[in-house]
């Protein structure tokens, strides 16, 4: 994997970084705000899918704590230039097996859980790498009963035996759910009201799954709705990193 020449001094993208991440700052402030909700109780992930590990770790020194990836080929070579930073590294994209072993080297959360032999590859490589490996229900708003979404995802009447698979198998943690804004379906534009639904499913998992309390919903373009529904944790791409060469 080869890096595009990037013109940027790294100073001059430390302050760009830092601009973005303070209007995005100021965004979730004031969602929270308006939903009644503290601050604290949302969480900026970064995902950084595309962009070189110089980027993470400017990332890491002004402040940001979680980052994504979506591409193992990607994430799996940063996540090892960067394995001295203090990370919680998120896996969101959609996984196949073939690439479970290397996924479970290096991420804490895969929010992209969406079928059961992905539970028990997953089980199997957290097992043998001696790690403890939290796992998102990706949910599809997109898909019928027993399909996947178009962008991965499980239907929300397959949520509860997912649930239960990853709560009862060795080496996982099940940490709650986690959703992308449908492009097809009934809540194709509806953004909030397919992250309010997320919410209620959420309330039903937790009671059988009481720990199990992180959503994970929104992205640059609609944080604010996905804040508004009650989101626990928000992944934040375009807007934190911008426009600029990217990994080739």
């Known amino acids: 994997m080869t890096e595009t020449t990037d013109p940027t001094a790294p100073g001059e993208r430390r302050d760009e970084l830092a601009s973005n991440l303070a209007a995005v700052e100021e965004r979730i402030s004031s969602a929270c705000a308006a939903a009644g909700r503290k601050r604290e109780e949302v969480t900026l992930i970064v995902v950084t899918k595309t962009y070189p590990a110089s980027d993470v770790r400017l990332l890491n020194e002004l ?4 980052v994504a990836e979506n591409k193992d080929q990607d994430a799996a070579p940063k996540a090892a230039a960067c394995s001295d930073l203090d ?3 998120h896996f969101v994209g959609q996984l196949q097996t073939n690439k479970v072993r290397s996924v479970a080297s290096y991420a804490d959360i895969v929010q992209s859980v969406d079928r059961l032999k ?5 089980s199997a490589a957290a097992a043998k790498a001696e790690r403890e490996l939290g796992c998102l229900i990706q949910v ?3 898909a019928e009963s027993g399909e996947r979404g178009e962008r991965g995802g499980v239907a929300p009447d397959g949520i509860g035996e997912l649930a239960a698979a990853v709560a009862g198998a060795p080496g996982l943690r099940l940490d709650g759910l986690m959703t992308v804004a449908p492009l097809a ?3 194709a534009g509806r953004q909030q009201a397919a992250f ?3 919410m209620e499913f959420s309330s039903s998992l937790r009671v059988g799954h009481p720990a199990a309390n992180m959503v994970s919903a929104g992205m640059s373009a609609d944080l604010e709705e996905a804040v508004a529904a009650g989101a626990t944790h928000v992944r934040v791409g375009t807007a934190v990193l911008g426009d600029r060469p990217r990994l080739g």
Do not use: K
Not at 63 to 66: A, P, T
């Open 196 to 198: 309010e639904r997320l």
């Open 140 to 142: 599809a708003f997109d």
């Open 87 to 89: 990370l919680r590294w």
């Open 185 to 187: 379906g009934p809540y």
């Open 118 to 122: 992905l539970v028990s590859s997953l």
């Open 63 to 66: 402040g940001v704590r979680h």
